[in-house]
């Protein structure tokens, strides 16, 4: 199961201090690095807003038991 984490900057406060949004996306388990860059890079380019960091989050079940 992977994930695709991505942070936008969406302003500066009344302070100058920046405001982040956090975005997860579900995506396939064949997503890679290289599909996740020309991902954000597709979305950085059409949003409104810009993409300060992505992390592509790899999640493994380690048993039922637990």
């Known amino acids: 199961m992977k994930r695709l984490s991505i942070r936008w ?3 500066y406060d009344e302070n100058n201090k920046p405001i982040y949004r ?9 997503f890679n690095l290289a599909d996740a860059q020309a991902f954000v890079n597709i979305l950085d380019k059409y949003s409104n807003y810009t ?3 992505a992390q592509l989050i790899t999640t493994e079940n380690v048993g039922d038991t637990l």
């Open 9 to 11: 900057l969406i302003g």
């Open 51 to 53: 993409c300060e960091s």
């Open 22 to 30: 956090r975005q997860t996306i579900s995506v396939d388990d064949f």
